[in-house]
């Protein structure tokens, strides 16, 4: 039983600090708890209102009131809702740890009172960690929020300058162009990209034009650094990752301006050309030494024949502007060099009936998976239809009060993820079974006349071809040597392994 005025820690906790969000929560807390005082005749010890989350520990007044309750200075705490005391595990733990060592008598709430006995603790720890599952909850669905956003190509979080967050249509937000400053930011992009002028020129020339931060305030020199280096203003961007998504707002400036932009201030190196003084060359870009790791350059030398005839000839040789390494690659011609590739484009090539064993496997797969799926078509429509009388006769125990809201919301969302897994696995037409058998066909089918194909392409297929093959290509000693994309290496390395033609996986799945 509660000695009359016995004291009483009052503790009050909303989640934001910010005057505009959550204004009324402490007023409304501290009503109802003044309530509970009066109606217990407790003697009441107010605390500073706390204005921090509760989802981690560290909140200071908490900590604070903590230890004034094991030092035993009130043996009560007087609070609107468990879930403003603690939503994380080890605060809730060291609120019931101080009921089952007595320092604490009672925890006091609007609806109920928790005491020292094991039914009551057992309850609170059940609300603890239901406020600590509705607190993970959130967060999920905030996170999923944020996703599908991204998906959709809406931009999460406040616009960046240059634009305005609006709503576009019911339950749809995304970003649009300030009427005042997009054309200011657009600007700025086509001033900088001139190459003319540094960085100091531009952010004086945002500042003339009238450009300010989103707070209204001058512009600093290092926001105008930041407008300049954010892709979100040609249409892409990030948001609490790597991947980069494609917006479905309105760009500011184009690809092409942004990337001139990011040469011109030196941010970006810009793409070695295969040409030297203005002249094309088909081997040059794709390869770097062997001995120094620069790159490959080309040059003409011109000789006069005893005829009088005047004929040229292309060389190939290292830059060899290493300061470290005494590069001593010899040059070589352009007729051995393409000798050489010919040979590797050689090793990838198969013969036609190689080419026709493997796509007459990869047809017979595909039969497979295409009846495969036939099969389990009469399964998936008997789930979908269980699905269905079962959400049915849910929405009947619900309507009648057999179950509660929860209960209802928890199988309803498994039976909606019935109904639209096979409805997808029902709907899909083997549209990707058979692009991927397309794309094996016309694979095999190439790789026959590969060498024939390199040999009539001209410099910037033939270049476009390498790239194509393979990576890393390196000149070293008058030989090559480069690594093979996927999937020409399994064409590269099939004489070392003893059965090297294509066949399904022994351990495939079902299809979807």
Same mark, same amino acid.
């Given at each position: 039983?509660?000695?009359?005025?016995s004291?009483?820690?009052?503790?009050?906790?909303?989640?934001?600090?910010?005057?505009?969000?959550q204004s009324?929560?402490i007023?409304?807390q501290?009503?109802q708890v003044?309530?509970?005082i009066?109606?217990?005749e407790?003697?009441?010890?107010?605390?500073?209102?706390?204005?921090?989350?509760?989802?981690?520990?560290?909140r200071?007044?908490?900590?604070d009131?903590?230890?004034?309750?094991?030092?035993?200075e009130?043996?009560?705490?007087?609070?609107?809702?468990?879930?403003?005391?603690?939503?994380?595990?080890?605060?809730g733990?060291?609120?019931i740890?101080?009921?089952d060592?007595?320092?604490?008598?009672?925890?006091?709430?609007p609806?109920?009172?928790?005491?020292?006995?094991?039914?009551?603790?057992?309850v609170?720890?059940i609300?603890?960690?239901?406020?600590k599952?509705n607190?993970d909850?959130?967060s %999920? &669905? @905030?996170?999923? $929020?944020?996703?599908?956003? /991204?998906?959709?190509?809406?931009?999460? *979080?406040p #616009?960046?300058?240059g634009?305005?967050n609006?709503?576009?249509?019911?339950?749809?937000?995304?970003?649009?162009?300030?009427?005042?400053?997009?054309?200011?930011v657009?600007?700025?992009?086509?001033?900088?990209?001139?190459?003319?002028?540094?960085?100091?020129d531009?952010?004086?020339?945002?500042?003339?034009?009238?450009?300010?931060?989103?707070?209204?305030?001058?512009?600093?020199k290092?926001?105008?650094?930041?407008?300049?280096?954010?892709?979100?203003?040609?249409?892409v961007?990030k948001?609490?990752?790597e991947?980069?998504?494609?917006?479905?707002?309105e760009?500011?400036?184009?690809?092409?301006?942004?990337n001139? %932009? &990011? @040469?011109?201030? $030196?941010?970006?190196?810009? /793409?070695?050309?295969n040409?030297?003084? *203005?002249r #094309?060359?088909?081997y040059?870009?794709?390869?770097?030494?062997?001995?120094c790791n620069?790159?490959v350059?080309?040059?003409?030398h011109?000789?006069?024949l005893?005829?009088?005839r005047?004929?040229e000839?292309?060389?190939?040789?290292?830059?060899?502007?290493?300061?470290?390494?005494?590069?001593?690659e010899p040059?070589?011609?352009?007729?051995?060099l393409?000798?050489?590739?010919l040979?590797?484009?050689?090793?990838?090539?198969?013969s036609?009936?190689?080419?026709?064993?493997?796509?007459e496997?990869l047809?017979?797969?595909h039969?497979?998976?295409?009846n495969?799926?036939?099969?389990r078509?009469?399964?998936?429509k008997?789930?979908?239809?269980?699905?269905r009388?079962?959400?049915d006769?849910?929405?009947?125990?619900?309507m009648?009060?057999?179950i509660?809201?929860?209960?209802?919301n928890?199988?309803?969302?498994?039976?909606?993820?019935?109904l639209a897994?096979?409805?997808?696995l029902?709907?899909?037409?083997n549209?990707?079974?058979?692009?991927?058998?397309?794309l094996?066909?016309n694979f095999?089918?190439?790789?026959?006349?590969?060498?024939?194909t390199?040999?009539?392409a001209?410099e910037?297929?033939?270049?476009?071809?390498?790239?194509?093959?393979?990576s890393?290509?390196?000149?070293?000693?008058?030989?090559?040597r480069?690594?093979?994309?996927k999937?020409?290496?399994?064409l590269?390395?099939r004489t070392?392994?003893?059965?090297?033609?294509?066949?399904?996986?022994?351990?495939?799945?079902s299809?979807?």
């Amino acid at each position: 039983m509660n000695l009359p005025k016995s004291k009483c820690f009052i503790y009050l906790r909303r989640s934001q600090d910010r005057e505009d969000r959550q204004s009324l929560s402490i007023q409304k807390q501290d009503t109802q708890v003044q309530q509970i005082i009066a109606r217990n005749e407790l003697a009441p010890i107010t605390l500073p209102a706390e204005e921090r989350s509760a989802k981690y520990p560290g909140r200071p007044i908490f900590n604070d009131m903590m230890d004034r309750v094991d030092s035993g200075e009130a043996r009560h705490i007087a609070v609107w809702a468990l879930s403003r005391l603690s939503r994380n595990p080890i605060d809730g733990g060291r609120v019931i740890f101080a009921l089952d060592r007595g320092k604490l008598l009672a925890i006091h709430t609007p609806t109920r009172t928790y005491r020292n006995t094991p039914d009551d603790k057992m309850v609170l720890a059940i609300e603890l960690a239901l406020a600590k599952k509705n607190n993970d909850d959130l967060s %999920v &669905q @905030v996170k999923e $929020g944020f996703e599908e956003k /991204r998906t959709n190509g809406e931009y999460p *979080g406040p #616009a960046p300058i240059g634009y305005l967050n609006a709503i576009i249509r019911p339950g749809v937000r995304n970003i649009v162009p300030d009427p005042d400053k997009a054309l200011m930011v657009k600007s700025i992009f086509e001033y900088a990209a001139t190459g003319n002028y540094t960085l100091d020129d531009i952010h004086r020339y945002a500042k003339q034009i009238g450009l300010r931060s989103r707070q209204d305030k001058p512009l600093a020199k290092q926001t105008t650094v930041e407008i300049l280096k954010r892709r979100v203003y040609c249409g892409v961007f990030k948001y609490g990752g790597e991947e980069w998504h494609q917006g479905s707002y309105e760009t500011l400036v184009s690809t092409e301006l942004y990337n001139q %932009v &990011q @040469v011109a201030l $030196g941010w970006v190196k810009q /793409r070695a050309r295969n040409s030297t003084h *203005g002249r #094309a060359y088909a081997y040059k870009g794709p390869f770097v030494c062997g001995t120094c790791n620069h790159n490959v350059t080309a040059y003409i030398h011109q000789k006069k024949l005893s005829t009088g005839r005047l004929v040229e000839y292309t060389y190939y040789t290292c830059t060899k502007k290493s300061k470290t390494i005494s590069c001593k690659e010899p040059q070589i011609s352009e007729e051995q060099l393409e000798t050489l590739i010919l040979e590797e484009v050689e090793r990838i090539k198969i013969s036609k009936e190689e080419a026709t064993i493997c796509i007459e496997l990869l047809r017979k797969y595909h039969e497979e998976q295409v009846n495969n799926r036939v099969t389990r078509l009469e399964v998936w429509k008997k789930d979908q239809l269980d699905a269905r009388k079962k959400l049915d006769k849910l929405l009947d125990l619900r309507m009648n009060g057999e179950i509660n809201a929860e209960q209802f919301n928890g199988y309803k969302l498994k039976y909606e993820e019935v109904l639209a897994r096979t409805a997808a696995l029902i709907n899909d037409t083997n549209t990707d079974a058979n692009e991927w058998l397309e794309l094996a066909e016309n694979f095999f089918s190439n790789t026959v006349t590969l060498v024939s194909t390199f040999e009539m392409a001209n410099e910037s297929e033939k270049r476009q071809l390498l790239m194509e093959l393979g990576s890393n290509w390196v000149l070293s000693n008058k030989k090559i040597r480069f690594t093979p994309r996927k999937p020409y290496d399994l064409l590269v390395n099939r004489t070392s392994e003893t059965f090297w033609r294509a066949r399904p996986d022994s351990n495939r799945r079902s299809p979807p």
